[in-house]
């Protein structure tokens, strides 16, 4: 019998006991479907592969390494679901499947029905239907970048960078439909975040370990499903998609450190921030001179433009105006007919006022992955 669907409606669903049901009731569906399919018991597999940007083509060459015909091949076939794209190139999984030769579907198609052991999801930003899960012998793996419960939602390292997490790691887990990163974990290891790390940087290391993870996994399928665990309940965290209107600084409200930490997280998503580096001196203008914030001075030693912060202040090497200016440029040509008497003048008018933007049509991930279909 086809199993309930999770959240369906019904009298009490929002209760636990009912939503307990529920889960039970589509645990076994799932363990029928499987058990009348006649799976394999060991590798190779067959498997289906859900992803979208670069931390997913990691994770995509891993398991076209895993295809090489040998005693030990892990993958015995594999074909790829991505998103579409409207600029020509398509998206980085789009452009490595085409470079490894794989076959590719585009979402919402997934190709034959009920040829695949397994399927791998690795940041792919769509809801997988209880219907499309069941397809799967032994369902469908997520390769996420975060240790869950904390971090739920699409941008998990971003959000990682953002707060300041020391400790962030890698889940293995199990989906289920209807709801993102709730499933069980399947494996799960931490990985301590190097000190100033970007999330551009960040983002390479775990999709390396996040894809050496799924292959250890996927040597032992059957068993590392029989020893998965759920999620706990407490420490539960989101990470929602990051809007360009929430990557403007607040000059009058955040502190160099915020800044900095905001420029880790998403300045290799915005173009505008090209480097920024905290400006530490010993020299009294910048505690005397009375700036407000988003005032400019020029440090004519370092040749780095400093703004001040609600606290403290930023260097910053490169601005975008209508081209890319180095910081002497800028200087030279916006700053200089008001520094030229006496270059430790704090002029008012001469200062970053905060942008304010109403709500944002795309987000920083959107308009990255536009970016880089331009580019290609």
């Known amino acids: 019998s086809r199993p309930a669907r999770l959240g369906a409606s019904s009298p009490g669903a929002g209760s636990a006991v009912m939503r307990g049901r529920l889960l039970r009731a589509w645990r076994e569906g799932v363990k029928a479907a499987r058990g009348a399919a006649g799976w394999a018991a060991a590798p190779p597999w ?13 994770t995509l060459r891993a398991l076209e390494a895993a295809r090489e015909p040998s005693e030990d091949s892990l993958v015995s076939r594999l074909e790829v679901v991505t998103l579409p794209s409207r600029l020509p190139g398509g998206l980085p999984v789009r452009s490595c499947a085409r470079e490894l030769q794989l076959p ?12 695949f052991d397994v399927g791998v999801v690795a940041s792919f930003g769509r809801l997988l239907s209880e219907d499309l899960i069941l397809q799967f012998p032994y369902g469908v793996l ?7 419960p904390r971090w739920r939602g699409p941008a998990p390292i971003i959000h990682t960078v953002l707060h300041g997490d020391k400790v962030t790691g890698v889940t293995i887990m ?42 250890s996994v996927l040597k032992n399928l059957p068993e590392s499903l029989k020893n998965k665990k759920e999620q706990p309940k407490e420490g539960v965290t989101f ?35 090209i480097f920024f580096n905290p400006f530490l001196s010993s020299n009294q203008i910048l505690n005397d001179c ?28 490169t601005v975008i105006l209508k081209k890319q200016l180095t910081a002497v440029d800028f200087y030279n040509g916006y700053m200089h007919s008001w520094f030229q008497q006496n270059s430790r003048t704090v002029h008012q008018e001469c200062r970053f006022q905060t942008l304010k933007l109403s709500m944002a049509k795309k987000t920083l991930k959107e308009r990255e992955i536009l970016t880089q279909d331009m580019k290609q």
């Not at 403007?248 to 502190?255: A, G, L, N, P, S």
């Open 174 to 215: 199990e989906i289920r439909p209807k709801r993102f990163d709730v499933g069980p974990i399947i494996k799960q290891e931490e990985f301590a975040v190097p000190p100033h790390c970007t999330a551009k940087e960040l983002e390479v290391m775990l999709s390396k370990m996040g894809a050496n993870m799924l292959i």
């Open 239 to 273: 990470a929602p998609k990051i809007s360009i209107a929430k990557s403007c600084i607040k000059w009058e409200e955040q502190t160099a450190a915020q800044i900095i930490q905001l420029h880790r997280a998403i300045g290799s998503m915005v173009r505008q921030w």
């Open 104 to 115: 590719v579907h585009e979402w919402p198609h997934t190709g034959p029905m009920g040829q």
């Open 290 to 317: 009375g700036a407000v914030p988003g005032s400019l001075l020029y440090h004519k030693v370092s040749q780095t433009l400093i703004a001040r912060c609600k606290e403290g202040w930023v260097g910053i090497k």
């Open 46 to 58: 067959r498997v289906l592969f859900f992803g979208t940007d670069r931390f997913a083509v990691t």
């Open 142 to 148: 997520n390769v996420h970048p975060s240790c869950l």
